[in-house]
């Protein structure tokens, strides 16, 4: 389990893979002397080893129509995505039905094979709730210690709680609320980033960011990448690519 920091923007982690391959590829040296397609395919095949060359080549060559229809699908009722290279199916899932159709009409007509899902809560709506409950002030946020994160799948906020707890905590856990084992991972907090809202020398995963001034959070970072002309890239949810400064 990741502190919720880093899971943040699991609604759209799968779904980012698409457009930042090549920048992935291109940020390890696998994109010299390759074009930015070939370089999201190799970076699809790495990832997925059993995914054939026509999966990947197809999953890269979409990524600008799957951006297109992230941004349109975002709001209030969107509840997450998740994109399946070796099958070639986007998920989008919505707490508005009509939302869903929009999404899978949008998808065909781009050529994207897109599967909607009815879910209960929205992504900000899951997005919320991890954040009150992994606070210091619950039973669950004292016990899960940070490790709090997302699972748009299934649609329900995940805590991962010593084990001995699970039961105990469980019979107080809110509706919409999954509580694990805690396996155990330990991390090591890098100086100068403690946490998602005090992480101002450095940039990583899952840190706020703020616009005009400190606590106006308008997003979060997904992560850093290069592309092929060694240009800086932060990936931010929802699917929003930006230039990184530093």
């Not at 899978?104 to 709730?129: I, M, T, W, Y």
């Not at 240009?231 to 690519?241: C, E, F, N, V």
């Amino acid at each position: 389990m990741i502190r919720f920091q880093a899971l943040a923007t699991a609604g759209l982690a799968v779904a980012l893979l698409a457009t930042s391959a090549a920048s992935a590829a291109a940020a390890d040296g696998s994109a010299d002397g390759k074009d930015a397609l070939d370089a999201a395919v190799s970076a699809y095949q790495r990832v997925y080893p059993r995914i054939t060359p026509e999966q990947a080549r197809l999953a890269a060559s979409q990524q600008d129509d799957r951006k297109a229809l992230y941004d349109a699908v975002s709001g209030p009722s969107f509840g997450g995505a998740w994109f399946d290279p070796p099958t070639g199916v986007l998920h989008i899932a919505a707490t508005d039905p009509a939302l869903a159709r929009a999404a899978a009409e949008r998808g065909k007509a781009s050529g994207l094979n897109v599967e909607p899902h009815l879910v209960k809560r929205s992504f900000d709506e899951l997005q919320k709730q991890a954040v009150a409950l992994g606070g210091p002030d619950t039973a669950i946020g004292k016990a899960a210690q940070g490790n709090v994160g997302l699972d748009v799948e299934n649609n329900l906020v995940v805590a991962a709680v010593p084990a001995a707890r699970v039961d105990e905590l469980a019979k107080s856990a809110p509706d919409g609320v999954q509580l694990i084992a805690d396996p155990g991972i330990k991390d090591e907090e890098d100086a100068g980033c403690t946490g998602r809202f005090t992480c101002d020398q450095t940039i990583r995963a899952g840190v706020a960011i703020w616009r005009g001034a400190k606590g106006s959070n308008v997003c979060s970072a997904g992560f850093t990448a290069r592309n092929a002309l060694n240009q800086r890239w932060l990936y931010t949810p929802p699917a929003i690519a930006r230039t990184a400064t530093a």
